[in-house]
């Protein structure tokens, strides 16, 4: 991902199907503070484009679990690599796609970045039952319902554990 992205990022957040989950999103001013210092590296998310047919139909970011405390005390999984996924472009992705397009990420993106990773962690807001059946389908197992900081709504921990 570069900075000239970001508008994208915006446009996906605003999707109907999207903008749920992402209350208070940011503006592209809001955006380029959150997202640069990603983009530049001086964060431990590390952002991708996600692509569907070579068109930019949402983003992807993964990172060490612990690396991001709170997380990894909510989840137990500090040597975990963990991602997330958003897809802005609802006809880029259909419910039979996405299993593949997160096998594909996680293959192509988040093992070649990790190769001594053995367990991915993803933990959509409970309620994103779409986004919970794609990664069962893509072999993730959940565990249990988390909550990562007081008053912020319940997420389902899913894992995969690589080689096992």
């Not at 991708?48 to 999984?77: F, K, M, N, P, Q």
Request: contains cysteine; charged residues 20%.
């Amino acid at each position: 991902m570069t900075g000239s992205d970001l508008g994208d990022v915006i446009g996906w957040h605003a999707a109907p199907h999207v903008a749920p989950w992402r209350p208070g999103e940011p503006d592209l001013a809001a955006a380029r503070r959150k997202y640069l210092p990603w983009i530049r590296g001086e964060h431990p998310n590390h952002l991708s484009v996600v692509l569907a047919d070579g068109r930019a139909c949402g983003y992807a970011w993964h990172y060490r679990v612990g690396d991001h405390r709170d997380y990894a005390l909510a989840t137990g999984e500090p040597d975990a690599v963990g991602f997330d996924v958003v897809i802005g472009d609802a006809t880029a992705c259909g419910p039979d796609l996405a299993p593949a397009m997160l096998r594909e990420y996680l293959r192509q993106v988040v093992l070649k970045a990790h190769p001594d990773a053995r367990r991915l962690v993803s933990s959509p807001p409970t309620g994103e039952a779409e986004t919970i059946r794609a990664l069962t389908a893509a072999g993730f197992a959940p565990l249990r319902d988390i909550t990562v900081f007081d008053g912020e709504p319940a997420e389902t921990l899913l894992l995969l554990t690589i080689g096992g």
